[in-house]
């Protein structure tokens, strides 16, 4: 495999993870952020983000010399040939895609490209369908405007859309479903491809638009898988079946497959929600009605709330009662707190008059970030504490809203006599049944 220079922008758990690796296949990689603090980090070799097996990855790039940090875009410009934007696209408050972020990164990029120079830019970022064609005319008015001289040739726009996901951000990241790559020019397209050859990955080479879809379509597709069990789940639970065994013979059925039926406390994180939201959006501007979309995300709110609908089955007043709350971060093994499930469920339980004490192995840090205005609202009821069992002591009920691996082994002793609600369905129903008042989603 011949070696590449590479820049990578924006170096958050996408960015970071994309260039360590892309470092540790043997490519001369330098990853730029405008956080300065985060920057100065990486430089000491300190990872920011909590995500497996990226520190033993990054280690080895280090030790070759494959990948440095930079807050400099003329120092990243200038010795890369390929500069991969990976810096978030929030949603708006309408639900569309925020741009900003990837805009001003196109500007800074634009401010460095000279008249002899040929950049192939990367959307790793997820954008909505049509962003990189409209980036090769912004791009090329940046430039015009600076008088570099055919501007259209200083550069190519590529989307190459990541699908990791957080916490097996490496493993994933090191052996893709496939690579999608889409461009207009497909020479630049093979050339994107190229870098990931080591890998071998099934591959995809497209135009922008349709690359750009992909992504949106596959997300759209998995948090509809998502929804539809927990829809199913909820039919179950109130005609005496089982969802896990429903979810287990339908996916082996190979048309349906057995991964993302898993129902419980719904879906969060970066991903899901902003880019179902910027899909309905898309959608509805093109005139589109985009029902099945709008329901997963209507019957992902609901599922969030349906274990405190549960707990308030079994103590209807929640006065003066204490409730743990096991998992905070969206899903395991990350520290990633956004659209977490455990946010709106706190925030009910205490606006209910509970008091709640919130455990996570890895998310506290930023768990205390997103409760700021909790904490200072609520004051000592709302507690965060360090061990999985001090959540317990003198709580009434329990929610399980994370199903990290050290949930798994329970002490049954703490658990007698309280109210266990098991938001993901981790623990075995007739086992906890005989120690105390349990319900989980969708089985009898
Ligand atoms: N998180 C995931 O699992 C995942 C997976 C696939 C795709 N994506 C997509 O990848 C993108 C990045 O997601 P993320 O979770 O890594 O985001 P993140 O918030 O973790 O990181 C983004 C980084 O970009 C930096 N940044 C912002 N503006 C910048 C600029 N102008 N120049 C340089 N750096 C800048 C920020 O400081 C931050 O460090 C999003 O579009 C997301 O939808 C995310
Ligand atoms: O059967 C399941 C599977 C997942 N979830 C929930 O779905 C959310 C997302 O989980 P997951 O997809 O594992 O994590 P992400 O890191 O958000 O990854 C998704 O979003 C990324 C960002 O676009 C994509 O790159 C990945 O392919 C896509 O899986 C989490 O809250 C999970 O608890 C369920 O409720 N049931």
């Known amino acids: 495999m011949s070696t590449k220079r590479i820049a990578v922008i924006g170096t958050g758990y996408v960015g970071l993870v994309s260039g360590a690796c892309f470092a540790y296949l043997g490519h001369k990689v330098i ?4 956080d300065e603090t985060k920057i100065e980090r990486l430089k000491r070799g300190e990872i920011p983000i909590y995500e497996p097996g990226l520190d ?14 930079t807050t400099d875009y003329a120092y990243a410009v200038k010795n890369s040939d390929f500069i991969f934007i990976a810096v978030g696209t929030p949603s708006k408050e309408d639900g569309s895609a925020d741009l900003s972020y990837v805009e001003s990164a196109y500007r800074s990029i634009a401010e460095q490209i000279g008249d002899e120079d040929f950049k192939v830019i990367v959307n790793k970022s997820t954008v909505p369908v049509g962003t990189g064609r409209w980036a090769k005319e912004f791009i090329a008015e940046l430039l015009r405007k600076r008088g570099i001289k055919n501007p259209e040739e200083r550069f190519e726009v590529v989307s190459n859309p990541e699908f990791l996901r957080e916490g097996k951000a490496v493993e994933d990241f090191m052996n893709p479903d496939r690579v999608v790559v889409g461009a207009d020019n497909r020479d630049i397209a093979g050339m994107v491809a190229s870098l990931y050859e080591k890998l071998q990955p099934a591959m995809i080479i497209t135009d922008l638009p349709t690359a750009e879809m992909i992504k949106y379509a596959s997300n759209a597709f998995l948090a509809t898988k ?24 339908m996916g082996l059925d190979h048309r349906i497959s057995p991964y993302f039926l898993g129902a419980g406390c719904g879906f969060g994180g970066s991903c899901f929600p902003k880019d179902v939201k910027a899909l309905i959006y898309t959608a509805k501007q093109v005139d589109g009605e985009p029902k099945i979309l709008e329901a997963v995300i209507e019957v992902n709110e609901r599922q969030k709330l349906k274990p405190v609908e549960k ?13 743990a709350v096991w998992g905070l971060a969206f899903k395991p093994e990350t520290d990633d707190m956004r659209e977490a499930p455990s946010i709106p469920i706190i925030r009910k339980l205490l606006e209910l008059g509970a008091t709640v004490k919130a455990y996570d192995p ?19 009821r709302l507690q965060f504490v360090t061990e999985k069992d001090k959540a317990l002591e003198g709580a009434n009920a ?10 798994r082994d329970v002490d049954f002793d ?17 086992v906890m049944k005989s120690i105390c008042t349990y319900e989980s989603i969708g089985r009898p």
């Open 398 to 407: 329990l929610i399980l809203v994370t199903e990290w691996e050290e949930f």
């Open 56 to 69: 033993k990855i990054l280690q080895r790039a280090l030790e070759k010399g494959n990948i440095e940090f």
């Open 31 to 34: 990853g730029l952020d405008i």
């Open 414 to 430: 703490k658990l007698t006599g309280k109210v266990v609600i098991d938001g993901r369905n981790l623990w075995e129903p007739s």
């Open 311 to 323: 707990l308030l089955k079994h103590i209807p007043n929640l006065e003066g009662k204490t409730v």
């Open 226 to 249: 998502i929804s539809f069990i927990n829809e199913i789940a909820n039919i179950c639970e109130a005609t005496g079946a089982d969802v896990t065994v429903v979810a287990r013979g």
């Open 362 to 380: 890895v998310a506290l840090q930023n768990a205390k970030r997103v409760f700021s205005r909790e904490i200072e609202k609520y004051g000592e």
